[in-house]
């Protein structure tokens, strides 16, 4: 299956309720969030969607409630973490029926001309006028929401990248800081610097 994967493709979040259910109406707000500010897909159950933490069944679920939440507006890409191959030909399966356009290894799009990032999910406005600007060639602007962007786009790369993308999403009014174990919610410094 070839799926254009060009524009800005949020690895979006899975949503907790404070009893580690998984908040469908958290992650439909969200969706309908990004899909408002215009990214052009999004990817769900990377690492920012905490996929190893859900079941088989939750997996499922949440990708049959994010494609019915964007009814073809946008593609739904999805990750996935089983340990063997018959399981993840069995999920690849699944999924497909369930109308996702992909199955998306984190590392799968990097050839791909667009954006894929846990801080869209925060700064999806900001994220598309990047991407828009350096496709025009228009450097210094670009470069300007870039240096801007820099200090939220590190946190990306350490090892609590989904708790700071959540609690900033929290902050942002676009969902919880809710996770679960073994994550756990920042404290301290991190916290104060998200």
């Given at each position: 299956?070839?799926?254009?994967?060009?524009?800005?493709?949020?690895?979006?979040?899975?949503q907790f309720?404070?009893?580690?259910?998984?908040?469908?109406?958290?992650?439909?707000?969200?969706?309908?969030?990004?899909?408002?500010?215009?990214?052009?897909?999004?990817?769900?159950?990377?690492?920012?969607?905490?996929?190893?933490?859900?079941?088989?069944?939750?997996?499922?679920?949440?990708?049959?409630?994010?494609?019915?939440?964007?009814?073809?507006?946008?593609?739904?890409?999805?990750?996935?973490?089983?340990?063997?191959?018959?399981?993840?030909?069995?999920?690849?399966?699944?999924?497909?029926?369930?109308?996702?356009e992909d199955?998306?290894?984190?590392?799968?799009?990097?050839?791909a001309t667009?954006?894929?990032?846990?801080?869209?999910?925060?700064?999806?406005?900001?994220?598309?006028?990047?991407?828009?600007?350096?496709?025009?060639?228009?450097?210094?602007?670009?470069?300007?929401?870039?240096?801007?962007?820099?200090?939220?786009?590190?946190?990306?790369?350490?090892?609590?990248?989904?708790?700071?993308?959540?609690?900033?999403?929290?902050?942002?009014?676009?969902?919880?800081?809710?996770?679960?174990?073994?994550?756990?919610?920042?404290?301290?410094?991190?916290?104060?610097?998200?």
């Open positions: 299956m070839k799926v254009n994967c060009q524009g800005v493709f949020p690895a979006i979040s899975t309720n404070d009893d580690d259910s998984i908040n469908d109406e958290s992650n439909a707000r969200m969706s309908e969030d990004l899909i408002k500010n215009g990214i052009d897909g999004i990817i769900a159950l990377v690492t920012m969607g905490e996929n190893p933490s859900l079941s088989p069944q939750e997996n499922r679920k949440f990708i049959k409630h994010t494609v019915e939440t964007v009814n073809g507006r946008i593609l739904v890409l999805s990750g996935f973490t089983e340990n063997t191959a018959e399981f993840e030909s069995q999920y690849a399966k699944d999924i497909e029926q369930l109308g996702v199955i998306a290894l984190e590392n799968l799009l990097l050839k667009g954006w894929i990032s846990g801080r869209e999910n925060v700064f999806p406005r900001e994220s598309i006028t990047l991407l828009k600007l350096a496709r025009a060639r228009r450097i210094e602007q670009a470069r300007k929401i870039y240096h801007w962007f820099i200090p939220q786009l590190l946190l990306d790369i350490i090892q609590t990248l989904v708790q700071c993308v959540k609690f900033a999403e929290q902050l942002f009014g676009r969902g919880s800081e809710n996770v679960r174990l073994p994550r756990m919610s920042l404290t301290g410094n991190e916290r104060a610097y998200v």
